[in-house]
């Protein structure tokens, strides 16, 4: 069954870690990173300030519900949200401030946002850095649906992924995010229809929505594009909801050939047989036809004739020769 052979894949894909953080932020949004973790597990952010002399403080912001996960004012103690100050740990490295949350939970599923305070001019400023999409999937199932679970197409292929949303209309935006190989935003789409993608598949994915069910088509594939996507979607009030998502493995370009070049061949073979036995089948048919003809057809009898015409004249000829010596 197709599960069993894709096992060994997705065994593959879960052991693969996200592969790097991204660097310093600045005044406005510089990067955006995407964490996907079990139920249970722990995720670590890393929030790396500028180092300036004016720095009064360092926030992590949870956006989606407009809280402060953590404030760690320059040369003091921090503050931690009161909720999660059993599963968060703090520690800092020079510039980069590391924010580690343990025993994950579904509800743990937000963006995140690093920003440091400055003091510039007896006014304190706001400087965004990095934010980090989170996506926590639940071990029973994800509270959206996705479909496929597993494809395998080839270089140059397309791939559609159904996503069963829960939202209604007034309702943020649709994500689809890379999570394992090359962690990152694919595509959002907010409610508005308003969309950006991601530079690697500019011109190369279509959108649709009927209803609560979307469909987003990732076209003309690579083997670069293998990975994980999940759908994640921004519901009002509520953290972000995600899917288990769709193990994507996009087969080389010479084995899709190969196996093409397989599959025409067994065609080829298939129709070549077909061929030979209509033909014998034609020949079979038509000698049959022939032999039938041959029965049926009237015989002419061998009739030999024997002139006993002849014999009469001999001995009337003989007899006639007697009567003339008597004579």
Partial sequence: MLWISSLPIAL????????????????????RDIISVWEGDSFSITCSMNGSENQVGMY?????????????????SSNIFPALANRLNY?????????????A??????????????????????LHGKKTIVVVKAKTSGALKQSPLYANPGQGQSISITCE???????EGIYLL??????????????????RASPAFKNRWEYSKEGKSVVITLQNLQ??????YVCAEEVKDSPLLSASGTMVLVKEWEQAYSQACKKSSWGLYGLIIVVVLLFCALVCCTLYHV???????????????EDMSYSSRRNTMVRNDTYSRGN
Avoid: M, W
Avoid at 12 to 31: I, K, R, T, V, Y
Avoid at 108 to 115: E, G, K, M, T
């Fill in 60 to 76: 992590l912001k949870d956006i989606r519900r407009n809280r402060n996960v953590i404030y760690v004012p320059y040369q003091k």
């Fill in 165 to 171: 949303l829960k939202s209604s209309p007034e309702d």
């Fill in 12 to 31: 593959l894909f879960l052991l693969l870690l996200p592969c790097f953080l991204a660097q310093d932020g600045g005044e406005n949004e510089q990067s």
């Fill in 178 to 195: 890379r999570t394992h190989v090359q962690p990152g935003e694919v595509l959002y789409v907010s409610h508005r229809n308003v969309s």
């Fill in 91 to 103: 520690s800092k490295e020079g510039q980069d401030h590391r924010i580690t949350l343990h025993s």
């Fill in 105 to 126: 939970q579904e509800s743990d599923s937000n963006i995140y946002l690093c920003y440091e305070i400055v003091k510039i001019n007896d006014h304190h400023k706001n």
């Fill in 291 to 305: 032999d039938l003809k041959k029965y049926f057809q009237k015989k002419t009898p061998n009739i030999v004739y």
């Fill in 223 to 228: 083997q670069n594009d293998s990975d994980n």
